[in-house]
């Protein structure tokens, strides 16, 4: 199993930058689709989630507006599409999967989610 974050980079406040996460491995059809971000203050924080059957969402209140996740089913793939950013933004971004969404609730918890990817960075100067 294998999940592949790309997309990071460096942007000026106010800019945007689109994240990927490719997935591959195994089914992940029952499964939610979770971005977190670990900045030092916060600690590991999700920002938004998705679910990969149904297409709900969910997002963290500091992204609200600004950030939109969507899912592409044909090519197993997340984005999360990041507009207005600020530089309170800045963390490495890490997509993860919580296989257990029988009950259609998104989980916030780290531990809850069973597949990570690797992180991508993003900076943004102000």
């Known amino acids: 199993?294998?999940?592949?974050?790309?997309?990071?980079?460096?942007?000026?406040?106010?800019?945007?930058?689109?994240?990927?996460?490719?997935?591959?491995?195994?089914?992940?059809?029952?499964?939610?689709?979770?971005?977190f971000r670990h900045t030092?203050?916060?600690?590991?924080?999700?920002v938004a989630a998705i679910g990969w059957s149904d297409g709900r969402t969910f997002y963290a209140d500091s992204v609200k507006g600004r950030f939109a996740i969507s899912s592409d089913n044909a090519k197993n793939t997340v984005y999360l599409q990041m507009n207005f950013l600020k530089p309170e933004d800045t963390a490495p971004y890490y997509c993860a999967a919580d296989l257990d969404y029988s009950d259609r609730s998104f989980q916030t918890i780290?531990?809850?989610?069973?597949?990570?990817?690797?992180?991508?960075q993003v900076t943004v100067s102000s």
Do not use: H
Not at 15 to 35: D, E, I
Not at 40 to 46: F, H, M, N, R, T
Not at 110 to 120: A, F, S, V
């Open 110 to 120: 780290p531990y809850e989610y069973d597949y990570w990817g690797q992180g991508t």
């Open 40 to 46: 030092p203050g916060k600690g590991c924080e999700i």
């Open 1 to 35: 199993v294998q999940l592949q974050a790309s997309g990071g980079g460096l942007v000026q406040y106010g800019g945007s930058l689109r994240l990927s996460c490719a997935a591959s491995g195994r089914s992940f059809k029952n499964s939610a689709m979770g971005w």
